[in-house]
């Protein structure tokens, strides 16, 4: 017989086994070299899009990397704590408001498209994290499982940009809970790109309410048609 208590213990002995960071993100630093388990669901209201968005900003820290090491100011910087969005900002071709409108370009174009193809969308993400496991990632959360499923399904079999979309069900419950607070708060974190948690893109709010307004009036209009 096993007792209430052994099954507690067996239950946490299970949740210490599993990766927080993977939980929280759905993707963790180390993949499949991780001592922790990553089990994916086969059920969820999340779909997270491996590096859907080619951010400019990590585009040109890449750039900036290559010429501070070739100069020697990556050992005076002390590691990656560059303010390269700064650093950028400097350089001849480089607009930070020309990034922010392809981004927010970016982010209308798959929220029209996704909740249109495949279900009303609760909330979505792009993750700016300066790191190449979590850059470019892009999460959404659909108001329920089916409409996640047909868009795993439908959307591996396409094309992006140039790219094949690769996407999986997530096991992120919310983006609440994937997000760095820190980041989210203040647009900082003192961990910078070795943060293990999504730092999300700021998306003007007059933008998102307009989006979220449209999806509303849509899907409300179809319900009152049916």
Request: glycine share 6%.
């Amino acid at each position: 017989m096993v007792y209430f208590d052994d099954r507690r213990q067996q239950r946490s002995r299970q949740d210490n086994q599993m990766c927080n960071f993977f939980m929280k993100t759905g993707i963790c630093k180390y993949g499949e070299k991780c001592t922790k388990k990553h089990t994916k669901p086969l059920r969820s209201h999340t779909v997270m899009f491996h590096r859907l968005y080619s951010d400019p900003v990590y585009i040109e820290r890449g750039k900036l990397l290559n010429e501070m090491k070739k100069s020697g100011r990556l050992e005076q910087s002390h590691g990656y704590n560059t303010n390269f969005l700064e650093e950028a900002a400097k350089k001849d071709g480089f607009d930070k408001e020309k990034a922010q409108k392809q981004l927010e370009q970016f982010f209308s174009d798959v929220f029209v498209e996704l909740s249109l193809k495949y279900g009303k969308i609760q909330d979505m993400g792009v993750a700016g994290n300066l790191n190449k496991y979590l850059n470019g990632n892009v999460y959404v959360e659909f108001e329920n499982e089916s409409s996640a499923s047909i868009c795993f399904l439908k959307t591996n079999k396409r094309w992006y940009n140039g790219k094949p979309i690769i996407c999986e069900l997530s096991p992120v419950v919310n983006l609440d809970a994937a997000c760095c607070q820190s980041y989210e708060t203040s647009s900082k974190c003192d961990r910078d790109s070795s943060c293990g948690y999504a730092h999300f893109l700021k998306i003007d709010p007059k933008l998102e309410k307009t989006l979220y307004a449209s999806q509303w009036k849509y899907y409300h209009s179809k319900h009152l048609d049916d």
